[in-house]
Every structure is written in C-alpha cells, then in structure tokens.
C-alpha cells in the first residue's frame, strides 16, 4: 500500500460516487414528488448508449451528453405515461421499463459494440489547483460530469426547499390531493418530476461512456441503477445524505477492484455486497428507532392519484 | 378543448384481464411489425418463424415449455405473495440462492443414487429461497418495513454471492483456470419427457396445481386471500397479519428457490452467474398480467416462454436479441395499459356516465 | 316546497348554482340542486349527512364537475375543470378532511399553490404573519404543521384561502372539530372577512351554531334542495329541523312491548380516541337488557362509528370497561368477542364486514369457516350450503353465487351481511346503520331480523341516524353528539321534534365539557 495507490481509491471513489449520485439524484426528484421508478437501469443503459453513439457520430462530447439526458428523459416518459396518466401500477411499469431500456440499448448499440469512443469528457484541469498533493487529483482533475453531479445536488436541493415548484413538487408527493386543491397540475408535476429523473439518469449513464468506461457493451450498467434506487432510501430522500452515501457507496466500488493493491486477500465479489447489505441495514435500525416518528418517505409515494375517487 | 378524464367503470369490461393481454400482443405485434419494417426484415417472415420455433411442433413445445417453467415459478412465487398484497421483488435472488443450495447439496452428495439427489437438491433449493426471504419477512411482519426494498437489495447480495463461489471456493480445478462451477454429477440430471422437455414441467405443474388449490379451497388460502382484501376485515374475522405476513413471504422465497433448483437441474448442467437469467423480474410480470393469481399463471408463463423463445429464435435470421426483449416489453406495456382501460373509461367534458332521473332512496 | 326569493336581477348574486345534478356509482349525490348567495353574507347550508352538501361545494370548488347544471358568479357563466379553475376565480374552499401537508411549516402550507418562483423564507413568514393578524389569526408560521391541533389547522386552511384573495369562502363542517369557544372565536373572523367584503357558504348540521353565525340558510335533503335562502333572523329553528329531517311518516305498527331481562351488555364510562387523535367520544355509560333494542340516535360523525368498533373490539379503549355475558371483554380480540355471542354489523360494509375482491360465499363463511374444515381444506360442500341456507333464510337474491360479492345490489349485500352475524344466534348484536341506503323491503327485511332476535333474548344495539326507524323499533332511545351520550327517551312518548333537537345539537343541550 503505498500512497499512490491510496489516492487512486479515492480519485476512484469520487468517480464512481459522481456516477451514482447522478442516478440518485433523479430518482430522488421522481419520488419526492410520490412517483417509483424502479427503470432506472433501463435509464441509464439507454442514456450510456445514446452518449456513446452521438460521440461516434458527432465527435461532441457535450452534445452526447444532451443527447443522453432527452432520451433518458424520454424513456422515463413512458413510465410517466402510464404511471401517472393512466394510474398503472408503479412498481410493473417500472421493472417493464428496465427490460425496454436494456433491450432497446443493446438493440441501438449493437453495431457500436468495440468501437472506439468518438468523444470523450477528459477530466478537467483547474490549473494550480490541480497540482496540489492528494486534493489536487482527488478534487481537481475529475471528469467534468462529476462536478456536473455536484452541481445538480445543490441545485436540486435549492430549487427543492426554496423554490415554488421544488414546494409543489414535495407537496405532490405527500399529498396530492392538497396539491390539487391549491390549484397546481399534479400531472404535470410528476410527468416533469419523472423526466427530470431521466435526464439525470441518462446523464449518469453518458458518465460511463464517455468518461469512467469509454465504450459500449451490453450490461454496461451492471446493476448500478438498483444501488441508485436503494441510494434515495439510504439517504432518506435528501440530497445531501445521498451525497454522502453515493460517496460510501462509490468507495466500496473502488475499492472492489483494487483490494490486491493494498495486500487485503478479501474477496472484491464480497465487498461489492456491501451497498445492498449497508441499506438493509440501515433501514431495519431506521425501523426499529422510530416506530411511533413518521417515516422519511414521501406519503403518497407509489400511489396513483385520480381525483373523483371517492 | 375537451379534457379528459379517467372514470371508474360501473363494473370492469367483460372478459377483463385475458382481453387485455391479447390486446396488448396485438398492439406490441403492431408496433413490433413497424421495427422490423424499419430495420429491413420481413415482418411475415419473422412473425412466422417465431411461431414455428416456439409453438410449431414437438421439439419447438419442448423448449418453450422448458422456459415456461421457470417463469411459471418464479411468477407463482410473486403471486402467491400478491394476494395478500405483499410485493415479492427478490424473485431472482431467490432463485439464484434455490441454485447455490442444491449445487451445494450436489457437491457433498455426488454419488448418492439419482432420485435420491434430486429430490434432496429440490429440497435444499427450496430451504434456500425461503431462507433468503425470512429477513424480508420479518422486517415486513414486526416493523412493517416496504418488503419491496428489502427484498430488492438481496437479489443483488445472491447474485454477488453466486459470483463469488463460482470465482473463489467452487471454482473448478479441471476448468483450465476459467472461473467456472464444476459440472454436476452426471445423476443430478431431470430426466426428459419427451424431445428436450424436462420433468421440471411436471414439477411446476404440480407447484402450482397445489398452490392454486391450497389458495382457492384451503383454510390458510382463504385467510389469505381475505387479508389480501381488506385488513380491516381479517382483523373483524380473528386472523393473525403479522403470522400471515410471514408464512407467506418465506413460502413465496421458497418456491422461487425451487425454480433456480429445477433450472440447474434440468437445463443447466453447472451453477452459473446467469442462471437466474432475468427470470425474477419476468415473474412479476408474469404475476401481475395473471391479476395474482396463481391458475392464471400457468397461462400467462407458457405466452412469456413462447415470446421469449421466438424472440431467440429469429436472431439466425439476422434479427438481434434485443428485439425480442424490445417486442416483450412492448407486449408488457400494452397489457398494463390495457388492464387500465378495463376498469376505467375515458370521459370528456360535459359527458355524464349516466343520465339521472330520479333520486336513489 | 321551496322558498326561494326570485332574484331582481342575477348579477346581484355572488353565487347561483341551479339545477345541478351529479351521480357517483350507484348514488345519486345531487339531483337538481339550487343555491343563492348574496354577496357580503354568511350563508348556512344545511343538510343531514349524506344529502348532498359536500358534493355540491366541491362542484363549485372545481373538485368535481357536475353532470349537469349551471354555475354562476355575479351573473358571468364559469365551467371549472379543476380546483386551480375556481380559485382564479376567487372561490376558496376549507374541506371537512383538511387538505394541509402535515411535514411543512404552516406558512409552507398557507402559500402552496401560490407562492412566488423563489421563496425567501423569513420574508413569507413574516408576511403570512401580517394576514393572520389582520383577521385575528393566531398562528405561527414556523411551526411545521403536525404540531397544531385541529383548530389551529383549520386557521390555517382559512389562511390559505385568504391568502388566494378569495372572495367566496366555503368551509364544510368547520365546527366539528372546534370547542365552544373556538367556535366564537370562528364566528367573530367569518364576520370580519363578510364585512371585508367577501361572501361566505358555511356547511353544516349543528344549528345553534349556524344560527348565531350565519344570515341566510338554504336546506338540502336526499340531493334536493327543501328551501332556499331562508333568513336566519326571522326562521325558527324548529322549522329548520324539519326541513333537513323531513316530514313525520305515517304511523307503522309497533312491535310488541319488550320484557326485559338481565344486563347482557354494559357499557362503563367508556372513552375511545378518534382517528385524528381526539376522543372520539368520552364516558359513555349505558346496559342493554335482554330481549331489549336500545337505539342511539344522531348525526354521523359523532362518535358512534368509534362506538361501534370498540365494542366490537376493533378500536381499543382508552378509559372504561365493557362488560358482555357477565365477562369483562374490554381488552378481548374480535374474536373472542364472537365467540362469546356477540354479532356485529359495521357500517363499512364492503371495507370490514365483507372482503371487497372475494365471491359470495366466501363471505357467508366468514364467521364460521373454521368449523367446515375437513384438514386443511374448507369443504366446498359445507361451505356452498351454509352459503344457500343463508342466501335463502334470509332472502338474499343472488346471481352466482361464486361470482364476485360487489356484484350484489346495496340491499343485498346488506342482507346477506345481516344474515351471517344473526346466523349464529348471537346474544348481543351491534348494528351501526344498518338499513342505511336500502329500498323500502331491504329496510323492513332488517329490522324484521333484527326484531327476531330481540325476541328471541338478544340484547340489539342499533345505531342509525333514521330517527322514524328508532322511534319505531326501540324500547329505549339514547341521543349522541360530540362523543357524549345527551340524553334517554321513551321512544313511545316522545316527539319527533324533541329528539330530533337533541340530535343536532340545539342550543338546549349540556355544553361539552
């Protein structure tokens, strides 16, 4: 274990932590304003592939970037409409989605498999900063979607807690019907709520390939949409605290793959469980503690609203 | 402009939910005709050879009842659960940890006599789905935490499991360094029935002969069902949630952890990391097109295997896999879109469902 | 028979809803209704439960959309299609069911649906503040929400309201959840905001507070409007009651008078909390005797649902004890309950009575599914004739009987629920509302059984707000408002009116404690 090794876990925690939060994020949105998605690895295998193919084609890497968040946010759109316009059951629709986005990312990217990427997101120099010792490659030489990720957190946290529609929103979650009564479209919130998620998803997926993995396969996301759902209820649906597990998360990643460096003969497969054993955790002492507190979660979350229902 | 409006029907359309399926295979077919138009296929070619391959004769029945087999399981694991209104979610984890425990039982009894194998290494795939599925359970009975997540979670902690048993202490000696399981003994085998059709047929059929009945004409059916209802009226009528509540999450696991048990033993020849192969998350599906219900599942899974198996099919003919998939979640998205309009209809401004005339007393 | 004063000219009303009709599956909740507001007034809308009011303030509020009809602001035709429709409009509505978000902070909820792109938290607060002084509200901003009690939360409903410039306020049964006090405190606030201008429709069904609150009074009864834009000032009250309650019915026989035997139910000062956390109702003490029916009389939504489900076991105690067969039963399960003779028939009859999504006779069954089993199977013999037997005796017109049990018409349904609790021969029988929705045969099918088994021995509690039903089947009469038992009468002495008073709660009845 040596020094460069060490910083090479964190630079990869802050990485992979950037990828999930991005996912995180947008799930966060959609169920704060009461709407599961559980498409979200749909979302991001669409996202990563639709980034990847307009690199190819464009030699943009910004304009795949865009590229990836309107499909993203097209696919959830789906979910959108039948979850929220039709008032399907939330949690089919979703998985539904997840078999639609792998399929239909395997089906776009087929002729793209091993090619070389077209565009890249290099990492970002920020000049002397980026020279300095340990925070300089941790901090100041990541991909730019990872300060993109920063950005949106507090973005997302802002508009939620001082803006209108970030008051809408949460209200469309807790209680649509008081939503409605006070004259806003809580349709309209959630289909947004539902897009804005994949676009985020997208992007997280654009993350992959066009910065962490810059090429496209089938099974590109590997599982990393469901952390991004358990992520949302880990950090008990507030930006800040899926921050820091996208972190904690992302540093079980890391360090998954390079254990062997630091001598530990721990299985990586072994850590690579953490995230979900971490979550189940959490949630049973999050139980037992608060028996009688209400719950974190959105109150109206996974129910359908139709208004004359009596 | 007009506006629209959902409106609960007075009663659901008649032939329901089976109408609702064909409808969606119709519209799934329809848009699924306008992707291969698109992409340069022959949509009657296709369309043709999907069924021959799937439904065309004796060897085609064969694989597509095989697929049909862990689809019907894992979909009865998810409805048994349904109908008291509890989401099974960890149907693939469930399903690898049924195939970790019978190549286990596999490897300590690789001489034992063939029947005497199987049955054991069914067993031990059903102890190993249920055991998955007790911390779920009783996090849902005593603290009332979502089972969806829970369950969720350790789909991903099996799966991570298989991987790390197949790259680490089973890993195969002979296998040239390939990170692969050993093959089972030659004994650990379903026997066939007919062409390639392995008697995971028969033991399906019968899981979930027994499991509709248990739900239709048993006692601990009929709590079930009446807590799957309405709580309130199960508290009324003196039945035990919380106990309920268990039973039948750890017995949905259960019979997940059979269908990982039959797939290794029938089709497979070796655990694998893929051998849950998407079949969990199918079996939602699958539950919720057959309402919950364990008689319609036999149904809906022999139509999911078919698609399925067509789907793999037409890829000799240029056609890629991801179509397939793509052709079954449209089927899906259909099917649910359906089941909605036949229960609510669409009104526009000014429409009234019915034109009053005199006031009920 | 109505009263309504033609108006000189329509633009002079603030609101003018006519012929409005609007059906739910299998009601009919408005049939026709007409309703004149003038502007700068208070106006009462009375009505018992279930005749229509709540549903045609949610049409005007742009909740629902009416099937037919008309509505009209100072003249000008308006279509809503929504609540946002309505409030642009400047109608405002405080629901019985408050629609506030228990996690935000009372200024969260004041603004919501109204506040501006980027919220400057003090800055609303304080100017949140300013209103609530304005009217004599007294709030605090920053509170988050689920510490208020019920009375603060509605001060925060009419904030809301207020906050929206509304200039037609609708609050749908203010008082229930409000003390005297507060309900004075209320009546000064509706005042000051009438004489800033605004029109206010005020639903309710307790008259003595209507009447020192409100100037005009339109009644609703069954869908239909009985009188409209009555003046509060010169209308006596007991006119009033009878145009909700209706008109006196023409005598029906009396059943033979009652020999009563021993205590078999005996309530203690029992006391039970409310889904919002209130007592629902408090110290409620009385015994039925053997071969007795004793009726409680009132308005829904004062207790007696509470009351129903804590002697069945359903709801716990938290005061009292509950006393059945000479065995204290306060604490028992539902089921022991049943087991020791008692038969219940909730007014929820499809939520807890009956399992919406399953077939006819797995209903029947319900009680007694534990005895047709052979092993682990319920016989589907047994079962199938228990079903029949009920089905016949207890004259249930059925289709399939496998089929689904929501195909059943309401009076069906209601007779084959009646017919499963009194199949067993209970001792003492609970029945809230039991003849509520039914046809004229339904009725007089139910209250037949329920007679039989009174007959028989059996001690019958029977809850409904059908007055000339009580008056008729009971030995014994309680009245209930706000949880407390009001006052005993001899059904065959006393008058319609009488009682009826009781039970809206005239300004004769003890003052809550």
Known sequence: MNEASLIGLFVATVSFGALLYLAALGELLTEKAGVLNLGVEGMMAIGAVTAFIAGVEFENPWAALVVAMISGAALASVHGFFTVALGAEQVVSGLSLTILGVGLAAYLGKDYVGLPPGAKLEPVQWGGLSDLPWVGPIFFSQAPLVYLALVMGVAVSLVLSNTRLGLALRAAGESASSTDSAGHSVLGLRLFAVAAGGALAGASGAYLTLSLTPQWAEGLTAGRGWIAVALVIFGAWRPGRVAWGALLFGGTLALKTRLQTFGVDFSPIILSMLPYLLTLAILLAISVRSRKRPSPAPTGLGLAYRREER | MKHPRLHLREAPLPGGQPLAFAIGLTVALFVGTLLLLGAGHDPVRIYSRMFEASLGGPDAWAVTLNRAVPLGLAG????????????????????????????????????WPGLVLIVAMLLAALGGGGLLAVGPAIARARLGVNEIITTLMLNEVAIRLAQWLIHGPWKDPGAHNFPLAPMLPDQAHLPTLFSRAHCGLLIAAAVIGISSLAVRYTAWGYELRIAGSSEATARYSGISLSRKILTVLVISGGIAGLAGGVELTGTADRLTESISNGFGFAGIIVAALALMRPSGVAVVALLFGAVQIGGQSIQTLGVSSSVSTILQAFVLFGAIGAGVFSRYRILLDGEAPVVPEEVNQ | MTQTPSPADESQLAVQLSEVWKTFPGVVANAGVELNVRPRTIHALLGENGAGKSTLMNILAGVYRPDRGELKLHGRAHQFRNPADALSAGIGMVHQEFRLIPSFSVAENVVLGSAPSVIKTRQIEAEVAAMADKFGLRVDPAQPLWQLSMGERQKVEILKVLWRDAQVLILDEPTTVLTPDEVDELGEILRRMADDGRCIIFISHKLH????????????????????????????????ARLMVGASPTTSDRPAAATPGVPLLELKELSARGDRGIDAFSDVSFQINSGEIVGIAGVAGNGQRELADVIAGLRPATRGSLIMNDADMTTASPRQRFLSGLGYIPEDRLGVGLAPRLSITDNAILRVYRQQRRGPFIVAEKALSYCKGIIERFGVRSGDIDGPIAALSGGNLQRLLVGRELDSQPSVVVAAQPTRGLDVQGVKAIQDLLLERRNAGAAVLMISEDLDELLTLTDRLLVMEGGIIRGEFDPRTASRQEVGLAMLADATAVSRP
């Open chain 3, 209 to 240: 507070e209507v009447s020192g609150i409100c100037d005009e009074a339109t009644v609703l009864r069954q869908g239909k409007t009985v009188a409209s834009s009555l003046d509060m000032a010169t209308t006596d009250s007991t006119e009033l």
């Open chain 2, 76 to 111: 009865l694991a998810v409805a048994v659960a349904g109908s008291m209104g509890l989401w099974n979610i960890g149907a693939e984890g469930q399903i690898m940890a049924g195939a970790i425990a019978a190549s286990w039982v596999a490897r300590i009894g690789g001489d």
